[in-house]
C-alpha cells in the first residue's frame, strides 16, 4: 500500500509561494511599530501588584534554551528578546531613580529547545549574539551548553569574550592542549553603584553525561583552589552564588552519572558553616521550574522557570552596611520587602545576626508584565514609550532572522492543545497520543505500508504543542533532536517482541504497562474548572487581587517557601494569577508505535528505533550481530516527522485561532 499522500520528502518542501505572501504581508510595518513578534498575541491579564524594591533587587533569567522569540500561541508568554532588552533598560532607570541597586543574571542552558539556537551548527550561531544584547550582570553556564564542546566553543567565542569577567564558571574545567582550563572567570567582586560589596561566584551540576575533556568540581576540589582563598579574603557585604543547579536539593544526592552531590548547595552549606554572619543569595536552574526556597534566615534560593516563561524577580533589604552603603534604605513610593526566611528544618539554626528582608516575584514573559512594572502601565495598550531603539531593532532582527531560516513557515493548524504532563497518557489531549498517530502516519521505510513496531523514547518531546498555528519552529520547540530512524527487518512478532516495550521501560524503572488510559480523560476544560481556586480562597482571589477568577487563564501556579498560590493569592510568588493545569501526569519513558500491525495475523515486523536504544533492543530481542540500517531517508529525523504530519494531516486553514 503506498502513502503517497504522506511522503514525507515531498510533503516536507516548504510552499514557498505562502511563505512569501506571509512574509511580505508581516514586513509591511515593522520598522514603524515592532512590538513583539508579529505572529504572538497579546494578554488581556495585566499584572495588578507592584514588585517590592529592597536594596538589592535581582532580575533573573534561566534555561532559556534559545526561546528568544516568546511563545506564539500562549498568551502569558508573548513577549521576545527585544521587549525584554527594552523592560531591563527601564528597570535599571527604576532602580536609579530609587537609589537601589539591581542586578541582571542568567543561570544557563542557552541552547538546545527552540530552532533559533538549534537550527545552525553548532547550536546557538545565530541565537549567541541575539541573546548577548540583554547587558547581564552574571552568567554562567548550563549542562546543554556543555554536551557538545563545538557548542562549547561558540559560547566562549560569542558570550564569554563579550561578557568577560561577568561570565562565571566557578567550577567548570575543560581540557584544551593537555591543561585544563577555565571557561569563565572563577569568581567575581562586584562593588556596586551604592556601594554593597558583593562576592560572586557561578557553580553547575555535577550530575550530566558530560563529554571527554570536561569536568565540573565539586566542593571538596572548590575549596581547595588557590583563586577560593584569594576569594575568602575580600571583606563582603552579600555572597552571591548563582548555579546551574536545582535549589530545592540537599548537598548529597543520589546521581545517575557523576559524582555525589550537588555544588551549588553544597557550597551554599560552605558558607553558611563558615560565613554564617553574611547573607548569601542562590539563584538556580535546571529544573525548569518557578521555586523560592529558605535555608535559613541569612539565606535562600530563586529559581525562575524556563524558555523565556518567566523573569525573576527578587528584593533583599537589611543586607547594606551603614557605612559604606550609599543607597536608599527607605523608599515611599513602592513596597518594600517585609517578610523573613525562618529555616527549614529545626537543624539548620538561624546563625547570621542580620535579618534580611526579602520578596520574590515570578513574572510572565509578556509585554503587558513588563510594561506595568517597568511604567505603571495598566492598559489597554502598551505604551509606545516602552520600546527602547535596541529593543526595537532586536524584535526585527528575531523576527528576520526566524523567517531567513524558515523557521516561521506554517505547516498547518493545530485544532487543539496537546500536553506532556497536563493530560493523562493516552488520553486525546495528552501529546503522545498525537505523537504515536504522527509516527504512524509519517514513519514508514520505502513508503510502504509494512508492518513497524516503533519505539519512542518519549523523553525526545520537550514541550506542549500550543492550539494554533503550527510552523517549522514549533517543531523545534516540540522535537528538538535530530535523530535518525533506523530498523532492523522482519523480527518474528512474537511474545518477546510484544513485550519489547514493557521491558525497555521496565529496565528504566518506568511502568511496563501504559497502554492503556489510565483515568477518566475527561476534557480539558472540565479538568480546568474542577481545579480552580478552591472555596474560600477563591473569594481571596477575587477581592484581594480585583481579578474575577472566572476570567483567570490556564498558566503557572506555584507553590513555594513563601506560599502557594493555588491557597492565598496574598503570599503567592505568581506575578499573575492563573488557573491551575495538571502538571505532574506520568508517562511511559519509552512509547510504542503499531504501525499496520495485525495480532493475529502479523508474523513479523521490522522493528524501527533511534541509535541511543539500539544496544537495549537487540540485547532484549536476543538478536545476534543483527543488520541495522536507517528506516528512511537519513535526511528525515525526529524532528520532521510532526512537520510532515501538520502539513499532510492539519493543513492550513484560512484562519487559525490559538488557544484559551
Ligand atoms: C565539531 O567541529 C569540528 C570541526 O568543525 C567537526 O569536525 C566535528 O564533527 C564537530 N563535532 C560535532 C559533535 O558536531
Ligand atoms: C583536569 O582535572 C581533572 C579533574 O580534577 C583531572 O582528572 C584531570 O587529570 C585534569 N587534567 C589535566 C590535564 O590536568
Ligand atoms: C556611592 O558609592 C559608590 C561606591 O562606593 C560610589 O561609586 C558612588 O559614587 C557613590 N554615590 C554617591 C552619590 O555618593
Ligand atoms: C588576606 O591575605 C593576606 C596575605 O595572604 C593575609 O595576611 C590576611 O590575613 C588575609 N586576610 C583575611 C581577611 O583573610
Ligand atoms: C522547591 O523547593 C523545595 C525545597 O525548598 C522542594 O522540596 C520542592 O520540590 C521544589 N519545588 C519544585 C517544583 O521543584
Ligand atoms: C497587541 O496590542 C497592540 C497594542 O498594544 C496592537 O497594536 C497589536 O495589534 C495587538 N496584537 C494582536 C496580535 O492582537
Ligand atoms: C495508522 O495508520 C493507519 C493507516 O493510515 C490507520 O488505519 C491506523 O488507524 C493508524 N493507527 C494509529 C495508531 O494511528
Ligand atoms: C528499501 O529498499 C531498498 C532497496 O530495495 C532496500 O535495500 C531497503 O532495505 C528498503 N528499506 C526498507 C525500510 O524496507
Ligand atoms: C484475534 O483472534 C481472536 C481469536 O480468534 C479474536 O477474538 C480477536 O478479535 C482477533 N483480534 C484481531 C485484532 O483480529
Ligand atoms: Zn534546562
Given at each position: 500500500?503506498?502513502?503517497?499522500?504522506?511522503?514525507?520528502?515531498?510533503?516536507?518542501?516548504?510552499?514557498?509561494?505562502?511563505?512569501?505572501?506571509?512574509?511580505?504581508?508581516?514586513?509591511?510595518?515593522?520598522?514603524?511599530?515592532?512590538?513583539?513578534?508579529?505572529?504572538?498575541?497579546?494578554?488581556?491579564?495585566?499584572?495588578?501588584?507592584?514588585?517590592?524594591?529592597?536594596?538589592?533587587?535581582?532580575?533573573?533569567?534561566?534555561?532559556?534554551?534559545?526561546?528568544?522569540?516568546?511563545?506564539?500561541?500562549?498568551?502569558?508568554?508573548?513577549?521576545?528578546?527585544?521587549?525584554?532588552?527594552?523592560?531591563?533598560?527601564?528597570?535599571?532607570?527604576?532602580?536609579?531613580?530609587?537609589?537601589?541597586?539591581?542586578?541582571?543574571?542568567?543561570?544557563?542552558?542557552?541552547?538546545?529547545?527552540?530552532?533559533?539556537?538549534?537550527?545552525?551548527?553548532?547550536?546557538?550561531?545565530?541565537?549567541?549574539?541575539?541573546?548577548?544584547?540583554?547587558?547581564?550582570?552574571?552568567?554562567?553556564?548550563?549542562?546543554?551548553?556543555?554536551?557538545?564542546?563545538?557548542?562549547?566553543?561558540?559560547?566562549?567565542?560569542?558570550?564569554?569574550?563579550?561578557?568577560?569577567?561577568?561570565?562565571?564558571?566557578?567550577?567548570?574545567?575543560?581540557?584544551?592542549?593537555?591543561?585544563?582550563?577555565?571557561?569563565?572567570e572563577k569568581y567575581k567582586y562586584i562593588t556596586t553603584k551604592h556601594g554593597l560589596r558583593i562576592m560572586a561566584f557561578g557553580f553547575t551540576l555535577q550530575d550530566f553525561n558530560s563529554p571527554p575533556g570536561l569536568y565540573v568540581q565539586g566542593e571538596e576540589e572548590i575549596t581547595n583552589e588557590e583563586w577560593f582563598n584569594d576569594a575568602m579574603n575580600k571583606t563582603v557585604d552579600l555572597y552571591l552564588l548563582i548555579?546551574?543547579?536545582?535549589?530545592?536539593?540537599?548537598?548529597?544526592?543520589?546521581?545517575?552519572?557523576?559524582?555525589?552531590?550537588?555544588?551549588?548547595?553544597?557550597?551554599?552549606?560552605?558558607?553558611?558553616?563558615?560565613?554564617?554572619?553574611?547573607?548569601?543569595?542562590?539563584?538556580?536552574?535546571?529544573?525548569?521550574?518557578?521555586?523560592?526556597?529558605?535555608?535559613?534566615?541569612?539565606?535562600?534560593?530563586?529559581?525562575?522557570?524556563?524558555?523565556?516563561?518567566?523573569?525573576?524577580?527578587?528584593a533583599l533589604s537589611g543586607v547594606a552596611p551603614s557605612d559604606t552603603w550609599n543607597g536608599s534604605k527607605t523608599l515611599t513610593d513602592v513596597p518594600m520587602p517585609t517578610r523573613t526566611c525562618t529555616p527549614h528544618s529545626s537543624t539548620s539554626s538561624s546563625t547570621t545576626d542580620k535579618t534580611v528582608r526579602l520578596d520574590r516575584r515570578y513574572l510572565d514573559f509578556n509585554r503587558q508584565t513588563f510594561a506595568y512594572h517597568a511604567l505603571g502601565a495598566t492598559g489597554p495598550d502598551v505604551p509606545a514609550s516602552f520600546d527602547t531603539p535596541t529593543g526595537q531593532y532586536l524584535t526585527n532582527d528575531i523576527e528576520g532572522t526566524r523567517s531567513q531560516y524558515k523557521l516561521t513557515t506554517e505547516l498547518g493548524c493545530a485544532p487543539q492543545s496537546y500536553y506532556i504532563a497536563a493530560s493523562p497518557y493516552n488520553c486525546p489531549d495528552n501529546i503522545y497520543t498525537l505523537v504515536r498517530s504522527a509516527l504512524n502516519a509519517t514513519v514508514h521505510g520505502n513508503n510502504s505500508d509494512s508492518a513497524r513496531l516503533i519505539i519512542f523514547n518519549t523523553y525526545g518531546i520537550r514541550y506542549d504543542l500550543y492550539q494554533g498555528p503550527f510552523t517549522v519552529g514549533d517543531a523545534f520547540t516540540v522535537s528538538s533532536y535530530a535523530d535518525i530512524f533506523y530498523y532492523i527487518a522482519d523480527v518474528p512478532y512474537d511474545d518477546v517482541t510484544k513485550k519489547l516495550q514493557g521491558e525497555l521501560n521496565a529496565r528504566k524503572g518506568s511502568d511496563p504497562d501504559y497502554e492503556e488510559p489510565k483515568k477518566d480523560c475527561g476534557s480539558n476544560s472540565v479538568r480546568l474548572s474542577t481545579s480552580r481556586y478552591a472555596g474560600a480562597s477563591q473569594q481571596n482571589v477575587l477581592t484581594s487581587r480585583a481579578s474575577d477568577p472566572d476570567n483567570l487563564n490556564p498558566g503557572h501556579v506555584t507553590k513555594d517557601d513563601f506560599g502557594d498560590c493555588s491557597v492565598n493569592p496574598e503570599d503567592?510568588?505568581?506575578?499573575?494569577?492563573?488557573?491551575?493545569?495538571?502538571?505532574?501526569?506520568?508517562?511511559?519513558?519509552?512509547?510504542?508505535?503499531?504501525?499496520?500491525?495485525?495480532?493475529?495475523?502479523?508474523?513479523?515486523?521490522?522493528?524501527?528505533?533511534?541509535?541511543?536504544?539500539?544496544?537495549?533492543?537487540?540485547?532484549?530481542?536476543?538478536?545476534?550481530?543483527?543488520?541495522?540500517?536507517?528506516?528512511?531517508?537519513?535526511?528525515?529525523t525526529t524532528r520532521d516527522f510532526l512537520q510532515v504530519y501538520a502539513k499532510t494531516v492539519w493543513c492550513e486553514k484560512p484562519t487559525c485561532e490559538i488557544g484559551p
Open positions: 500500500m503506498a502513502f503517497s499522500a504522506l511522503a514525507w520528502t515531498a510533503a516536507i518542501a516548504i510552499p514557498a509561494v505562502f511563505a512569501q505572501d506571509r512574509e511580505s504581508d508581516r514586513s509591511k510595518s515593522p520598522k514603524i511599530a515592532p512590538r513583539m513578534q508579529h505572529d504572538s498575541h497579546n494578554t488581556t491579564h495585566w499584572p495588578t501588584k507592584p514588585l517590592p524594591w529592597g536594596e538589592i533587587n535581582f532580575i533573573h533569567t534561566t534555561d532559556t534554551h534559545g526561546w528568544l522569540e516568546g511563545h506564539a500561541n500562549e498568551v502569558n508568554y508573548g513577549a521576545d528578546w527585544g521587549d525584554f532588552v527594552s523592560f531591563v533598560t527601564h528597570m535599571r532607570d527604576k532602580a536609579d531613580q530609587q537609589n537601589v541597586d539591581l542586578l541582571v543574571v542568567d543561570t544557563g542552558d542557552i541552547v538546545t529547545g527552540n530552532g533559533l539556537s538549534d537550527i545552525s551548527t553548532p547550536e546557538g550561531q545565530l541565537s549567541n549574539p541575539i541573546f548577548r544584547y540583554l547587558d547581564y550582570d552574571l552568567l554562567t553556564i548550563g549542562n546543554n551548553d556543555l554536551y557538545d564542546p563545538n557548542v562549547t566553543r561558540q559560547i566562549e567565542n560569542d558570550l564569554v569574550s563579550y561578557y568577560e569577567d561577568r561570565y562565571l564558571t566557578s567550577n567548570v574545567l575543560v581540557e584544551e592542549d593537555g591543561k585544563n582550563t577555565s571557561i569563565g548555579g546551574h543547579a536545582d535549589i530545592g536539593q540537599s548537598c548529597k544526592i543520589k546521581t545517575k552519572y557523576h559524582g555525589d552531590q550537588n555544588p551549588l548547595i553544597c557550597m551554599k552549606d560552605w558558607f553558611r558553616e563558615n560565613k554564617p554572619e553574611i547573607p548569601l543569595q542562590v539563584l538556580g536552574g535546571h529544573t525548569h521550574v518557578r521555586n523560592f526556597t529558605c535555608y535559613d534566615s541569612g539565606s535562600s534560593g530563586l529559581e525562575s522557570g524556563r524558555y523565556s516563561d518567566t523573569v525573576g524577580w527578587l503567592c510568588g505568581d506575578d499573575t494569577l492563573h488557573i491551575p493545569r495538571l502538571e505532574n501526569e506520568p508517562h511511559p519513558y519509552f512509547m510504542q508505535v503499531k504501525g499496520n500491525i495485525d495480532e493475529n495475523e502479523t508474523k513479523t515486523v521490522d522493528v524501527v528505533f533511534t541509535i541511543d536504544i539500539q544496544k537495549s533492543i537487540i540485547d532484549l530481542l536476543g538478536l545476534k550481530d543483527p543488520v541495522v540500517k536507517p528506516y528512511m531517508d537519513e535526511s528525515f
